[in-house]
């Protein structure tokens, strides 16, 4: 085991793809109404936290802010990361946070995971927020050095830095990859593309090890579970939940489903006149182009 210390922060999100997000009339979403998952984007910073375990042997914490239910997105993480600590700080009073109040509230669980972490985690944005600042406003409130949009990073453990790389935008040009290093501490926000390769034998030997022991602690996730309320943070009530959020959602409006504009139809593919008009319509959509 190394003595790098890697944490790992998720949220607990909508489950879109069911159709039904239920919201309070304040405009808060109604989790006891929505079925809710871990994040996208949070299950790939899980991933980066597990090739920190595969590559130097990391120590991986996990915490999250939300309602008791948000143990399930711990225990999901804890699958993909082999966590050794899973945190959740769940208060009535973090209720209604923006992304400014929920980052003192992860700052303050941080704290108290074991020792000072090396690296902080994030993914690159929540799926009900699209708002991408929660990992660098709890980068900002650690006072560690911030890394966005990262697609890949290694650690020199003798000189403690990282190196990374960022894949950035600039006005005309597109897919710049840019390579930065910092020292430890550094906060990561994982990019949607990030895709961990294990290249020798030894780091696969590693992958399957440390995936069969996450298969093992996450039958039993709740031993490794530690709930905080906001007093045993030592959190200001000033500064979390809807007092400490500067954001007021003034209406919440449903998107409305855009009607279908293409319709289907059912081809015979037995019949050689049904297949020539098929054809012919390719032929007439591409404009005569002759396909070999």
């Not at 990361?81 to 945190?87: K, N, R, S």
């Not at 949607?192 to 030997?205: A, C, G």
Request: aromatic share 8%.
């Amino acid at each position: 085991m190394s003595d790098l210390k890697v944490a790992v922060i998720i949220k607990l999100e909508p489950d879109f793809s069911e159709g039904n997000v239920s919201y309070n009339a304040d405009g808060t979403l109604n989790r006891a109404e929505t079925k809710s998952i871990l994040g996208p984007h949070s299950a790939i910073a899980c991933q980066a936290a597990f090739y920190a375990k595969v590559r130097f042997g990391a120590w991986v914490g996990v915490g999250t802010m939300g309602p008791p239910i948000a143990d399930a997105a711990l225990a999901q993480a804890q699958a993909i990361c082999d966590a050794d600590m899973l945190h959740l700080y769940s208060d009535r009073s973090f209720a209604g946070a923006d992304t400014l109040a929920t980052a003192e509230t992860l700052r303050a669980g941080i704290a108290k995971m074991d020792g000072k972490m090396d690296i902080v985690f994030s993914g690159h944005r929540a799926s009900d927020g699209e708002t991408g600042q929660t990992g660098p406003q709890t980068a900002w409130k650690l006072g560690f050095t911030f890394l966005g949009h990262v697609i890949d990073y290694d650690v020199d453990m003798d000189r403690r830095v990282v190196r990374a790389k960022r894949l950035v935008s600039l006005q005309g040009f597109y897919d710049i990859i840019e390579e930065v290093e910092a020292p430890l501490p550094v906060f990561i926000a994982i990019d949607p593309s990030y895709k961990p390769h294990f290249n020798t034998v030894s780091q696969r030997l590693a992958f399957e090890k440390y995936s069969q022991e996450a298969r093992t602690r996450v039958a039993n996730s709740k031993q490794y579970l530690k709930t905080f309320n906001a007093q045993e943070l030592g959190v200001d009530p000033k500064l979390v939940g809807l007092p400490g959020s500067p954001t007021i959602v003034y209406k919440v409006e449903k998107i409305p489903k855009a009607k279908a504009s293409r319709k289907a139809e059912v081809i015979d593919g037995s019949s050689r006149d049904e297949l020539r008009r098929v054809a012919a319509k390719i032929h007439e959509v591409l404009g005569g182009m002759v396909i070999k």
